[in-house]
Structure formats: C-alpha cells, structure tokens
C-alpha cells in the first residue's frame, strides 16, 4: 500500500501542482497578523498556507465580508512570487490626521486609518523579499504590494497578479465591461456577481444583508490598469490590462503597486461618503495651486454633435471667429468663466478618430483666430478653454505637446480639455526610432502618458479635463491641476441617439463611476432633445440637479445658447451653482433608483441641493438638519411639474418657487418618472 502523502502535497497533487489553480484557503493555513479598523468597524486577517502561498479576509463588524483571497505575483522573468513565503517582520501603525482639499467635494478631509505591514521573504528562491501593507479604515481596506531594491529580482516582469476578491455572500453587481472596444462608455450592467464576466472598476456589489463593496484602485502610476474578472463564483481576479510590447507591467529597481481598495459600507449613500480612495493618494506635489480654477463654461459643441456645425472646415464649420465671440459674449452677460471650442486646430478634415495622424496642436484654421480670440476673452473676463483631440495617436501629441502648452500658456489658455477618441486597443504609442505601435490607453504605457500630460501641463500652471481617459484612482490629490475627466457615457450618446443614455443612467453613476473621482459629464441640455429632436430620458428638473450630483469641479453648461436664451428661468440654477464645495452630504439613495445630494459651497453659506430618479415617480424626504441651526434660509425650489414624465412632451414641466425653511424642516420631493429637483438654500437676507 503506498504511503499517504501529506495533507499539503495531497492538495497539490488534485491541483495538478498548478498553485495558481487553487483555492484560497484549500491547504492548511495559519493566520500572520491581524488589524483592525480604528473604530473597530473591519478586521482584516492575513493568512500563510503550509506551502507558503498568502490570502487575506476582510470581516466587518465579526461577520465575513470578503472571504479567503489570494495574494501574489505571476513574473515572465523570474519564478513566480506565489509560494514559499516567510514572515521577516511585521508592524502596525496608527494615523490620524486632517488634511484640506484645493478644491473638491469638501473642504477637509479626515485620513484616519490603522496600517499593518508586512515584510515576506522567498528563502528557496534565493531570499526574494516581497512587503504587503495594508490599511484599514472603518468605511474600506487598501492594500498594495512594495518591491524592494533586489540584487534577486532586479527587474519584475508581471505577467499578471494573483489578487483576488471572493465576496462571501451572494450579492448583485453593478459593472461596465473591460477590454472592449468603448473602453469606459458602456451603460452600467446588472447582473448578479457571478454573471460578470470581466470588468472595469469601481465595480459596486450589494450582498444579501445589504452590505455595499466597491471595489476599485488608487494611485495608479506607472502600472497597468487593474481589471477584475471572474474566475469562479463570487470570486474575482486581478487581470491587468495588456502591453503590446511585452509583459503588462515591467519595472526595475524599488518600486510599489496601486493600491487595491474596497470601499464598505451598510448603504449606497456610505460608499459615496467615503474619502478612502484620495486618502490612499499622496499629498500634492505642486505647491500653490491657486492658479487652479474650478468653474462652469460653455462651448461650441453640442451643436457639432446634433449636426448643426461642424467640427471639420467648410461652410458649417463651428469653431469660427464669429462664432467663438458669439459664445464669449455669452459667458460674460451670464458670468461663466470658460468657453470650449472643439474643432479649431488642423486635423479634423478627413477620418480623424483612432488615427489623428494629421492633428495639429499649434495651427488652427484660418477662419479661426485663436491669438485674437483668447485677448478678446480676457478683455470680458473670460478664458478660452484650449481643446486637444488627440484621435488615440498618442505618438504624435507628445511631439507637439511642449509647444501646445507653451502656446497656451502664452496666450492666458490655463485648462485643456484633451481627448482620445480611439477604439480600445488602439492608441498609437511611440517604439524604438520613428516606428509606433498600438495597444491600450490604460495600459502601463498609457498609464505614462497620461501622467506626463498632467505633470508637464503643471510645469505652465495649465489645468486638465481628460476625456477618454484612464480611470480616476485619486491622482486629483497629488496633481490638483488633474480636474476633471470623462470615463463614463456622457451627454453626448444623448444627442446620437444608438442608444441614448437609460433613464436610471445618472442613478447608477453616483454609486460607481463617481466612486473614482470627479466627472465631467456636461450636464444641463434643457431642450431634451438630440439628433432630430429625439427626446432625452429626462425631465427639466432632473438637468439641473445632475449639477450637485455629479460632481466636476470643471462644468460645462452644455445645450446651444439659444435654448438657453428661451429657457430663463431654469437656466437661473445654472448660472448659480458653484463646482466647488465645502462640504457634501448623501442624504439617500440605492443604486441606478434614486439619489439625493446636497452640498455647501466653498466660501459661501449657500447649500445646493440635487435629486435624481429612474423611471419611477418617487416620493423622497429631505431633512434640512445640514443647515446651520437658527438661521432662516430662502428655499429656491426647481421641481417637476404635476404632470411632468420623461416619456411625453410633458418632460419640460417645471415649476420655480420660494419657501422660508430652517433646519428643522424636512421638504418632501416629488420627483416625476425620469425626473428630479434642484434646490439653492440661501440664508434669509444673505
């Protein structure tokens, strides 16, 4: 009879020996270290398998929320750092400070967290040392992986990481798809979690008990953008997005990982109030950044994506001398700061998207001139918002790059809104020589350039607005000249109609693309309509709270001047909302139903309020306990009308009203099917 193996090797042997195949949790563990969240909200619990394999669990007040994980590295070029690990040295820290926002959602922002570090060593593979640092907060966990400076591991090669997330109850996920040719601009799924396939983050579950996870990543710099895939199950798996020239991920020398972050919290509402994923970032970097301006604009746009202009010269051309004064004009009798003009540089004749080969950032067309209109802009107290569309070719903005900012930065233009519109997997990057390659705008490379943009628009105090970008991790944090990005479906499928944006779209938004950062979604189209007046699934009232819900310290107040012209009343909110807050609160809301927002403006005793809705007709309290207690304020109400519906012409159904209120009210919200309520509280007499 042959003699019985060992419990360890009995597991490797059903396994195959292929350690990547096993469950977290199927071999004999012992557990290394525990830490707990400061108010003793999460525990975490790192465990070591007889083998030498790592996993950790996430518990949130005793009960399992995150069951056994792996943990770990696959390398091209060197064995892999998956097994064998030792425990050198481990530690626990405690921190607790307050640290103040440039601009943001609020003002401070409290970083209070436990950090436990641990410091693994390799003995069989010749000593390699690996540290794993986790924090703890009572709202979420990060944790990223640190590469000392190795004569044993002096270049990683990561061909992918073993990272795992496995939810310990059955749950219901909210995803967009990752890999795909879109990119970021899918509709928002819902599926159960054991559907997804692979997907971008945040990726939102709600578990039975009703306990929200988003899971997501912060500081991603010089790494490959972290996808999560399924692999069985509930169980998910760190997938990084490809490189074309080699293994996904290459560096040399010391080096750490983004941190991998699950946001916990008993609601939807929990989650948006959590700062986890900027407190995971670095302080700024830049210094004085009051050079950054948050504030609204408007732009020569929508009407080149209904049709009406052009963004290509000819006779509908739409950035025109004519046009841009036309535009700037407007902004000076309405008190915007800003006016965006697309389509006033060389290039856009021709098939331009995914390609952009014959963009120039310097040249603009000669019915446009840029020199001239940027002076009669500042002349009115208004700044031209510089535009760079790169059409994925990444290759050539980086030639040009320093001469466009420096041309900008010449003309008084301080904020881009660049853009690379390019199928996923198609941006053109710089190789060897003049030879260029494809691959993916959130791969590591992609990762660089987009870091580069920022960095090097800092150096001539420019700001950025990146559309078709790579996903907010918090870097808004350490460049504050990052302001804004895109990242999600915008208004614009809106105006092309294939198909437009559902009705529960901006519902769905709050609790997982606005967990990443700031959006710049250009809101406030008040004629409801796209191409060939197709109607858009939403309700006056609902356009003008999309502006406190979401949130973009850079606004665009998006529809054609003319509507805007027509439409006074309404149009009134939009002049008066800020974009930047001292303090935000959820009042309630789950995900792609409804949501309620209310903020305070920055330097200001004005309260902003914005609620949304799906299709369904809601009644939703509002408790005015946020006012400041003893004050009488003057309620500006924006509301849906009796009739109103997104699904009739009755869609435009509006009602402006004032009421006094105090902090001891509560207002009801009557939202219409597809609607919403915008409220400006104003202290009595202010």
Known sequence: MPHALPLSSRWLAACGLALALCPAGALAEQTLATVSSPGQVLSVDVRLADDGRLSYQVRRKGKPVIAPSRLGFLLTNAPQLDAGFSLARQSVADHDSTWEQPWGERRHVRDHHRELRLELVQKERGDRRLAIVFRVFDDGVGFRYEFPEQAQLGEAKISDELTEFTVAQPATAWWIPAGELMALEYPIEKTPLSEVGTANTPLTVRTEDGTHIAFHEAALVDYASMWLRKAQGQRLRAQLAPSATGAPVERKGAFTTPWRTMQIADSAAGLYMSDLVLNLNEPNKLGDVSWVKPSKFIGVWWEMHLGRSTWGSGAKHGATTQNTKRHIDFAAKHGFRGVLVEGWNLGWDGNWAGGGADFSFTRSYPDFDLPGLAAYARGKGV??????????NIARYERQMDAAYQLYARL????????????????????????THFGYTDSQEGVRHFQKAVTEAARHKLAIDTHEPVKDTGLRRTWPNWLSREGARGMEFNAWGNPINGVDHEAKLVFTRMLSGPMDYTPGILSLQGVDGKPIHSTQAKQLANFVVIYSPVAMAADLIETYEKHAGPFQFIKDVPTDWDDTRVINGEIGEYATIARKGRNSADWYVGAVTDGSARALDLPLSFLEAGKRYTAEIYRDGDQADYRTERRHDLVIEKRAVTSADTLKLKLAPGGGQAIRLTPAGG
Not at 383 to 392: K, M, S, Y
Not at 423 to 435: E, M, T, W
Request: cysteine-free; aromatic content about 6%; hydrophobic content about 25%.
């Open 412 to 435: 008084g233009v301080d904020s881009i809104k660049s853009g690379y519109v390019t199928d996923g997997g198609g941006a053109v990057f710089a190789g060897p020589g003049k030879r």
């Open 383 to 392: 700044r031209l918002i510089g535009h760079h569309e790169t059409g994925g």
